[in-house]
């Protein structure tokens, strides 16, 4: 759809919803909401909830820009309800979105592709851990994200407490290798990668509340990297983007260590939109502001079925 297109339509701002990141969600969906307004479009909030079929329905949306993160938002969830009401939305489809999501699928995938990815267990509720790897190690949960539910275990006496903690936020859990490696984000528009940032946390890892509190983090833009291992993130970005089926935009993470390696993490979905949000500093970056970044994410709002 063309600019002029979208401003004859009404606009849904999908934000909230019902997984472990409604509050950061809500954020989100206030600042794209803002910039959607402040450009001339007819937009409206909508916290979504399980009336929101009717809700849609109500409000005369035709056109959703989903500002969901987790799950039932970016899982795949929302992607399907809208396809079934005809209504296009930005970010990618409902396979894509389920796959990002479930982390021992996405690896699957990434593996396949050609891309490194950190050893690791799959653990479900009631199976007793047997260690394939030595400590440290991560332990998260499957299908959740802003690092919920994660943990560095670094002795045995801890991991119970670490499993106890991700089942908390899903039945399946993953225990990877810890990687010693400096975090990278690659910004992803329209299938082409924008750039790489570096977050050097100030605890001991990118943890939820160093995504979300000011002063918890330092972040460099672009990442501090040889010419050619920079390249190499790019490229890595746009491959792990492309193994999914992702369209319209997305962020990829990476660990990158001494030696030049790049392990990917995971590629999300709908990343934040907050004001510390790491895809719209990726894009200032490249020369495109918020309002930019807003609408042409807006303009690449579809049907995918």
Request: glycine residues 12%.
């Amino acid at each position: 759809m063309t600019v002029e297109e979208l401003a004859a339509k009404k606009i849904g701002v999908l934000m909230g919803g019902l997984s472990a990141e409604r509050e950061v969600s809500l954020k989100s969906g206030a600042a794209v909401l803002s910039a959607l307004q402040a450009g001339g479009f007819d937009a409206v909030g909508i916290d979504v909830g399980r009336d929101l079929s009717q809700r849609l329905a109500a409000e005369g949306v035709q056109v959703a820009f989903i500002a969901l993160h987790g799950r039932f938002g970016e899982d795949g969830s929302v992607q399907g309800l809208l396809e079934l009401m005809g209504i296009p939305y930005t970010g990618s489809g409902v396979l894509a979105s389920a796959l990002a999501m479930n982390k021992v699928y996405s690896k699957v995938v990434f593996r396949s592709a050609g891309l490194t990815i950190a050893p690791y267990q799959v653990l479900r509720q009631g199976e007793a851990l047997s260690l394939c790897f030595a400590l440290p190690v991560v332990v998260k949960p499957s299908q959740e994200g802003s690092s919920v539910g994660v943990s560095i275990v670094r002795d045995l006496g801890s991991i119970d407490a670490a499993l106890a903690e991700a089942f908390r936020y899903d039945s399946e859990v993953l225990v990877e290798r810890f990687i010693d490696g400096r975090e990278i984000q690659v910004g992803i528009l329209d299938g082409e990668a924008l750039g790489a940032i570096e977050i050097v946390p100030k605890g001991e890892f990118y943890d939820y509340e160093a995504k979300y509190t000011p002063g918890m983090a330092d972040h460099i833009m672009p990442a501090p990297l040889p010419a050619p291992l920079y390249a190499q993130l790019l490229r890595a970005g746009e491959l792990a983007y492309k193994s999914l089926g992702c369209q319209s935009y997305s962020r990829v993470d990476f660990l990158v260590t001494k030696g030049g390696e790049c392990y990917i993490l995971e590629v999300n979905t709908l990343p934040g939109m907050t004001d510390l949000s790491l895809l719209p500093e990726i894009a200032r970056g490249a020369g495109i502001d918020f309002h930019q970044l807003i609408e042409r994410i807006l303009l690449t709002a579809s049907l995918k079925i």
